[in-house]
């Protein structure tokens, strides 16, 4: 089926030189800790139900990474050597978020270290001939007594933001758009998105899912013409979302 869907499209590029550019189809490299990982991030639930057909990837994710581990450990050579595979054929974007370990004082990884990691990694990426992406940190969803989440990301999501600007990096801002919209569903609805009753940080699948709708929206809305032809739309979450409503 995904074959068939690139092939079709790689045809009515040769017919039509205008298209050919935008004929080549996304693979998505997805690079983070356990909030994007499988089994308790956005990760899957965004190549499963986000990237439409003849486009793919790999979630990358790593429970418990730092931007220091995840190039000790080896996951990151993973990714660099994904980028020189797919890249004649796709279109290769990497998503790059860290923060929620890199933050504990046990970490080791100082805030000038993961700036200087988080501009590495992005710039690795390109000259292994990929796109990245930086993502500040998905919200931890602990509610405090006045009804809203506690804002405890903030120096990440600054940090992320500043390495993608002053250096030309393509960033979405998932760090604010997750706590908005939790904060507008409230506790009780967000609850629904633990994976288990008590974890506030990571996702079940069906979080995974809306989580991931809010990452692609915010990819399509603010890069329209790299990705919504290579992104599958579900109107009806994407509206919810924008209205603060429970998925
Ligand atoms: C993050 O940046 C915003 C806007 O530049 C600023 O108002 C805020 O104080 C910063 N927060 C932290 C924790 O650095
Ligand atoms: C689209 O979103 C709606 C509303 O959240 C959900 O019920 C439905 O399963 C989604 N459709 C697909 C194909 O994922």
Excluded: C
């Amino acid at each position: 089926m995904r074959v068939l869907a690139s092939s079709l499209l790689l045809s009515t590029a040769l017919a039509s030189p205008l298209l050919e550019r935008a004929a080549k189809p996304i693979y998505w490299l997805l690079a983070g800790d356990s909030t994007t990982a499988p089994n308790g991030g956005w990760g899957d639930g965004f190549l499963s139900t986000t990237v439409a057909s003849g486009s793919s990837g790999h979630n990358y994710g790593h429970s418990g990474a730092t931007t220091a581990s995840f190039r000790t450990g080896g996951d990151w050579a993973k990714v660099i050597k994904d980028i020189g595979t797919y890249k004649s054929s796709y279109d290769v974007y990497t998503t790059i978020q860290f923060g929620h370990n890199d933050q504990k004082e046990t970490s080791g990884v100082t805030l000038d270290q993961y700036k200087a990691n988080l501009l590495k990694f992005a710039q690795e990426v390109t000259s292994a001939g990929g796109q990245p992406i930086l993502v500040t940190p998905l919200t931890r969803r602990n509610f405090q007594s006045d009804g809203k989440v506690a804002e405890n990301l903030a120096t990440q999501r600054n940090i992320t933001i500043q390495v993608a600007t002053s250096n030309n990096i393509k960033y979405i801002d998932l760090n604010i758009a997750s706590e908005t919209y939790v904060n507008a569903i409230g506790k009780t609805a967000a609850s629904k998105y633990n994976l288990a009753s008590d974890d506030w940080t990571h996702l079940n699948t069906w979080g995974g899912v809306v989580f991931a709708r809010i990452v692609s929206d915010l990819l399509v809305e603010k890069y329209p013409s790299n990705f919504q032809a290579y992104t599958k739309a579900n109107a009806t979450l994407s509206a919810l979302i924008k209205a603060g409503k429970p998925a």
